[in-house]
């Protein structure tokens, strides 16, 4: 593992700071996605990154991108996590359908795609999952049938974040069901405007509506809009799961979380005195400060063997499972922290260190589902990174 930063990379760093600080967006902690005016807002963010440079940074310049090497990436990443930069409108396009379209794409796909994901022009959702088909990703029903030059899609997705706000999706569908069931999937870029296509958001335990029901009745889809080829959609899924799974760590959410937790035990006094001060909260917080930097010590080792062409084997995987445990724990000590508090609603005066809290404890409860459950990434790591037999 290579851990030193070039003195250009440092100044890089230097300046994104700069930046960082005299243009990020107010009030950045409000990310529900079905307020009104979020969807804007989240937009003109991310053209506003674009334009500075520092978006997409590790992409080819042909398709938009800043061209520089992936630690380039990860200094944005870790520098917006610090900064407490609110989420970009087309997350999904840029942490899962982008990287895919690099790897499995047509050069056609490419050039139509990629530039509308950096600008966040075309919102992307991931259309995976299905009432029988989670965990069991390749039980998946929803059918493509290839009718000359496009295919008619029907069937239905589950869960897929943002798809109430989505251009188009990208999408598992069966094209063969008669073939074993990883070699029967193909991978479809759909328009969720088109004909057939009816959305249902789905409101969570937080009250916000991030994910919805997708179904598809006779649904044309542009063969064109294949991607990877006919029945290969398994193979070009899991890149875009190692993706999902392995930008967790390093996008540093629990970075942030951190640096606001120790914000919260400075803020909050018993007995006029700080709970930093309190031995109990400074080892529980030494604790989950030496687990973040454990994390983040994998994430590098994750980042050079990337750079040094080695695959990712099971790390990706050891991201996700620990910086969503992680996320947990943050979230778990800040609201002991508030103690009676920490249920309480947001307050006019406290936005951060309340109801905040309560909201970072039911999303990290999400993290160890989305991409793929803890059980599931333990079995993984498991069977293919102990060697371990397979479960009966
Ligand atoms: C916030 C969030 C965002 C999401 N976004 C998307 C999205 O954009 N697009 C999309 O397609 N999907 C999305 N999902 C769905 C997600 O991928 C699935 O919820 C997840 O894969 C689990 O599938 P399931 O819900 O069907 O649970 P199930 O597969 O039914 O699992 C239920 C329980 O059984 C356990 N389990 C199942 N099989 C095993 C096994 N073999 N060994 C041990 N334990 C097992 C699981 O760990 C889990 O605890 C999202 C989910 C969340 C929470």
């Given at each position: 593992m290579d851990l030193s930063f070039t003195p250009e990379?440092?100044?890089?760093?230097?300046?994104?700071?700069?930046w960082l600080a005299a243009n990020l967006p107010e009030h950045p902690e409000e990310q529900d996605t079905a307020r009104p005016g979020w969807l804007e807002a989240a937009k003109a963010w991310q053209r506003k990154l674009l334009e500075a440079g520092y978006l997409a940074v590790a992409w080819p310049r042909q398709y938009g991108g800043q061209g520089l090497a992936p630690i380039?990436?990860?200094?944005?990443?870790?520098?917006?996590?610090?900064?407490?930069?609110?989420r970009l409108a087309g997350e999904e396009g840029l942490l899962t359908l982008g990287p895919t379209l690099l790897a499995?794409?047509?050069?056609?796909?490419?050039?139509?795609?990629?530039?509308?994901?950096?600008?966040?022009?075309?919102?992307?959702?991931?259309?995976?999952?299905?009432?029988q088909a989670g965990s069991d990703l390749a039980s998946l029903t929803t059918r493509a049938e290839l009718a000359g030059d496009h295919f008619i899609v029907n069937?239905?997705?589950?869960?897929?974040?943002?798809?109430?706000i989505a251009d188009r999706m990208f999408a598992l569908v069966r094209t063969d069901p008669n073939r074993p069931k990883h070699q029967g999937i193909s991978y479809l870029l759909i328009d969720m405007r088109a004909p057939g296509v009816?959305?249902?958001?789905?409101?969570?335990i937080d009250g916000k509506r991030d994910f919805s029901e997708v179904t598809f009745r006779d649904v044309r889809v542009d063969k064109e809009d294949l991607v990877g080829g006919l029945n290969n959609g398994w193979k070009v899924a899991n890149s875009t799961l190692a993706n999902e799974r392995g930008n967790m760590g390093l996008n540093s959410a629990p970075l942030m979380a951190f640096a606001q937790l120790v914000q919260t035990a400075r803020n909050i006094k018993r007995q006029n005195r700080a709970l930093i001060e309190n031995p109990y909260f400074r080892h529980r917080i030494a604790q989950l400060q030496i687990e973040l930097e454990a994390l983040r010590l994998h994430s590098y080792r994750q980042l050079t063997n990337s750079i040094r062409g080695r695959t990712a084997g099971v790390d990706s995987m050891v991201t996700k499972l620990v910086g969503s445990q992680l996320a947990y724990e943050l979230a778990s000590a800040a609201m002991e922290m508030f103690g009676d508090y920490a249920m309480a609603e947001r307050d006019e005066h406290d936005i951060h260190?309340?109801?905040?809290?309560?909201?970072?404890?039911?999303?990290s409860i999400a993290f160890q589902i989305a991409g793929g459950?803890?059980?599931?990434?333990?079995?993984?790591?498991?069977?293919r990174g102990l060697r371990m037999p397979r479960e009966r």
């Open positions: 990379q440092q100044r890089y760093r230097r300046t994104l700071r700069q380039y990436q990860v200094i944005v990443n870790e520098e917006m996590a610090q900064a407490g930069a609110p499995c794409g047509s050069e056609e796909q490419k050039r139509r795609y990629i530039p509308g994901i950096i600008s966040a022009e075309t919102i992307w959702t991931q259309g995976y999952s299905e009432p069937g239905r997705k589950l869960w897929a974040s943002h798809a109430q009816t959305v249902r958001p789905l409101v969570q260190l309340r109801g905040q809290w309560a909201q970072h404890l039911m999303t459950t803890s059980q599931i990434q333990k079995n993984i790591i498991a069977q």
